[in-house]
């Protein structure tokens, strides 16, 4: 890669309230984004403390093209999971890219624990350390409110926090970013709450000159044009991801009340069609972004007696309505949105939340947890019991809901019922059930995601081909997401970000690289991932995948649990892995 590029990295240490600078030119050819957030992680994590010892580092990194060219929104967290003791690694769109491109941040370390609550402000002046002991307890969104007001930078700010989930360690916490976006899934919040780190407002003035503008602006403009005149986001800002519900349960690929089913009877009633016609609002877009994916609904709730109702603004997607809803066999929108406005108060990651009330609700069912325990009878399609586990969790009354604050293959370890409790890695599953691919690339992705190499897709796309080919298909998916991910473009626009026009932008931009230094990148950082999750206790035969996926028919057909094995086994060939079935 030709020309010359330095990282600037804030590091800051909490236990004794410094901050440092770092010029890195050696990170310059991961780019940017989970290319550097990786290597610096590998640097920094203590495999041999547990995952929430005030040591183990938090890295926040956004890429060269953040923000400055369309859809190109995201900013990366790695840290290790307090979820599965692995490797963490969660996306946010919003403000952040932008706000830490202003302040002069490429890369952001947050090691240490304050002695008492604080909140970060972060400029271009440095690292402002602020008492937050009065926010400390606080919801999400109060939160929120009282830093947009206490914290400049009105309109290029980011504002990130946890709530009660987070400081009281719940494994499956999340960070809320901006309201709307969030670093999701595998307990980030968890580790903000074990550093005493309420929260982190980004901001900045800093201006940045492209030396060829010329060259820029022709770049950006094409790329604009496929972005809003072509039909490849179409889908985005129209019914946003929340139109997969109905087309998943047409072909019998949504996963039901704790997946025992494949598919919904009140699927149209929740699917994207009828929330868009019924509460949609609003649109939004992250900063740089010209499409606008964020759908937001109103959700009108009656907080005392008297007709005292009051209305909240709420974002809605595939992911939200599958967990909180289907898969807890919720029948209405109403009852998805009052979920929604729990987790999203409580701070809780909504696919764990969900996918782990759907264990609750079949293990109190067939009596390995009772009602007496749990204090309410979970059933499926009732809000009011999964609204006050949610609240036990954060606040457990007893060891059962200890045990539930660590996610539901912890629960099910301890209690039992592990051939139904939806997991792959140790992670909550995401809302498909398609077949093979889906499953294998979430229990074998680097964080267990279905965005680690589109699983789901590739078992609807190659459906007739081989088993070699679909693992082939996998791993090379893996590996080019790892190439976007350092440029950290938001995943819906990859059919716009192909291989030419990654290299015509970073040119424009004074970054030259060729196709084969991407490839090489890609797989430079699947290598990466791939050491440091062994250091972490990461092994294929530690991978536990529940009876019910080959119980319940999928999109593709009724799976076999041997044809599953032994593509487990050619993905660890194909890799270079001696199996270790």
Not at 331 to 341: E, G, H, N, R
Not at 456 to 464: A, E, G, I, R, T
Request: proline fraction near 3%.
């Amino acid at each position: 890669m030709a020309g010359k590029r330095i990282i600037r990295v804030l590091d800051i240490d909490l236990t004794a309230e410094k901050m440092e600078t770092i010029r890195r030119e050696d990170l310059a050819p991961y780019i940017g984004g989970i290319g550097v957030a990786a290597k610096l992680f590998s640097e920094l994590v203590q495999p041999d403390k547990d995952p929430m010892d005030p040591e183990q580092p938090i890295i926040f990194a956004n890429g060269p093209m953040s923000t400055i060219f369309p859809v190109v929104t995201k900013t990366v967290a790695v840290f290790r999971s307090p979820l599965t003791g692995e490797w963490g690694e969660s996306y946010a769109g919003m403000r952040l890219a932008l706000a830490m491109r202003m302040s002069g941040f490429q890369a952001i370390v947050i090691r240490g624990k304050a002695a008492r609550p604080v909140y970060l402000s972060i400029g271009n002046h440095g690292v402002r350390f602020k008492d937050a002991s009065a926010l400390w307890g606080l919801t999400v969104s109060e939160t929120g409110s009282i830093l947009r007001d206490l914290e400049p930078g009105r309109g290029h700010r980011s504002c990130i926090r946890i709530g009660p989930a987070g400081e009281k360690g719940v494994r499956f916490a999340n960070v809320n970013v901006d309201t709307y976006r969030h670093f999701g899934r595998l307990g980030l919040g968890a580790l903000f709450g074990s550093k005493n780190l309420k929260a982190m407002v980004v901001y900045g003035e800093r201006e940045e000159k492209i030396e060829n503008f010329a060259k820029y602006n022709q770049v950006y403009k094409e790329i604009y044009t496929r972005a809003v005149t072509t039909d490849i986001m179409d889908k985005y800002h129209g019914l946003g991801t929340a139109i997969n519900v109905n087309g998943l349960n047409h072909l019998n690929g949504l996963p039901t009340r704790n997946l025992q089913q494949s598919s919904f009877e009140h699927a149209e009633v929740i699917g994207g069609e009828s929330f868009a016609e019924q509460s949609l609002v609003r649109k939004m877009a992250c900063a740089g972004c010209p499409v606008g994916c964020i759908h937001i609904g109103l959700h009108r709730r009656e907080f005392g007696p008297g007709y005292d109702y009051e209305s909240k603004y709420l974002s809605y997607d595939h992911e939200l309505i599958f967990a909180l809803g289907s898969f807890l066999g919720m029948s209405t929108q109403d009852k998805i949105y009052q979920l929604i406005d729990a987790v999203e108060e409580l701070g809780l990651d909504a696919i764990t939340a969900g996918v782990l009330l759907g264990w609750v609700t079949e293990a109190c069912q067939r009596g390995i947890i009772s009602e007496e325990q749990l204090g309410v009878k979970p059933e499926f399609d009732k809000t009011e019991p999964y609204l006050e586990i949610l609240r036990r969790i954060v606040h457990p009354p007893n060891e059962l809901y200890q045990m539930l604050a660590l996610g539901a293959y912890a629960a099910a370890q301890r209690y039992g019922g592990q051939e139904y409790a939806m997991t792959l890695g140790k992670t909550e599953i995401a809302g498909y059930h398609t077949g093979y691919a889906n499953i294998l690339g979430q229990a074998v992705g680097a964080r267990h995601s279905h965005l680690d190499n589109a699983g789901y897709s590739v078992d609807q796309k190659l459906k007739n081909k081989s088993p070699e080919e679909k693992v082939a298909a996998l791993i090379k998916e893996e590996k080019w997401r790892n190439v976007l991910n350092c440029l950290t473009i938001c995943l819906f626009a990859r059919e716009i970000y192909q291989v030419d026009t990654v290299i015509a932008a970073l040119d424009s931009i004074g970054i030259s690289v060729t196709a084969e230094e991407l490839e090489k990148l890609g797989h430079d950082i699947f290598e990466i991932k791939n050491t440091t999750r062994k250091q972490l206790g990461f092994a294929f035969n530690n991978l536990h995948t529940p009876e019910r996926f080959f119980e319940t028919a999928s999109l593709t057909g009724k799976l076999d649990r041997q044809q599953f094995e032994e593509m487990l086994d050619l993905y660890q060939k194909q890799i270079g892995v001696h199996s270790q079935r």
